[in-house]
């Protein structure tokens, strides 16, 4: 077996029922992503548009897309029905983008809101206040091309185990407050996408249910 199928099997048989994992494939070859294809793995996360392209054409149909990374306006078009998950919308005005580009595709586009709760100041996404209070306005029932499927979000970067719990806890307490102020988002609003290479297990700890693991899979990034 591949150090890559290996440490997949390895991931996948710690994974508690209804646990999904995006493989992390951002800066890894083509190759390494067909090893984990054929491992079994069919979800795949990437942060950048042109490499995404790129490997949208040299994998298989049936592989997973999502889009993990910061998303600029002007690259929305070229991955709006192509991806089955747009982890990182991190601003009202993306979701209009996306919206209107996925109107005008024809297709409905499913969508994380990324929440900014670690202590890094520098990480994209919405404060946990800053969402429910866009949330609150109602704006979101226009963008009806947008599929709002859950949140996605980052644990400080740090040693501190309670810190990291309390992130993940905050990530994964927001998203229950937005479909309580929000009850007909129940059904759909159902993701929390937390938790890394490093981490993943506490995350699940603290109500992930997709957890994005890239290092441990294909090594460092190079
Ligand atoms: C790169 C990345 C990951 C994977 O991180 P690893 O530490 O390599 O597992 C997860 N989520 C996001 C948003 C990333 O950019």
Redesign the pocket.
Known sequence: MSTIAQRLSEITTTLPEGVRLVA?S?FHPVEALREAYDAGQRIF?E?RVQELIGKIEAMPDDTVWHF??HLQTNKVRAIVGKVAMI??VDTPRLAGFINRAAADAGVVQPVLLQLHVAQEETKFGFTPDELLDWLATDEWRNLTSLKLCGVMG?ASNTDDQERIRQDFTLIAETRRRIVEAHPDLADTFATVSMG???DYLQAIACGSNLV?????IFGE?T
């Open positions: 992390v951002k996360g942060s993990i990374g982890e990182s980052m890394m290479s490093h994005r693991v890239g290092t441990y990034r």
